[in-house]
């Protein structure tokens, strides 16, 4: 998703190239084909090669995303997730991080 986010439209061997240390280009075709099947990416035909593009924003699907991880592994609590990230994070958070988050629960606290 990442190559396509990049150039916003791919082909199969645009996302190979770009993919470091990239699986077999079938590989890459067959990851391609399961995003298009699950929603992810739109394809469409440009002579004898297809061209993949998102179906959202980068933003939205990062969102969605997340929320899937959320749900998933956290049972749905965003408090659980958030110490689970400053807990794994191998930097100490800055003051700067520090202040966003207040912001950002004082923010929620208003809601």
């Known amino acids: ?9 791919a082909t199969a061997a645009e996302v ?3 993919v470091p240390d990239a699986p077999s280009y079938t590989a890459i075709r067959t990851m391609l084909r399961i995003l298009v099947d699950k929603g992810c990416l739109k ?8 061209v993949y593009s998102p179906t959202e ?4 699907a990062a969102r969605s995303e997340i929320r899937r991880l959320v749900d998933t592994f956290f049972g749905g ?5 958030t110490a689970a990230f400053v807990e794994a ?5 800055s003051d700067e991080e520090i202040a966003q988050l207040e912001t950002i629960i004082k923010q929620a606290r208003k809601k």
Do not use: C
């Not at 394809?43 to 297809?50: F, M, S, T």
């Open 89 to 93: 994070s191998s930097a100490k958070l």
């Open 57 to 60: 924003r980068r933003a939205t």
């Open 16 to 18: 190979h190239a770009a």
């Open 77 to 81: 609590s965003i408090a659980n997730a």
């Open 1 to 9: 998703m990442d190559a396509v986010f990049a150039r916003g439209e």
């Open 43 to 50: 394809i469409r035909q440009d002579g004898p090669r297809y």
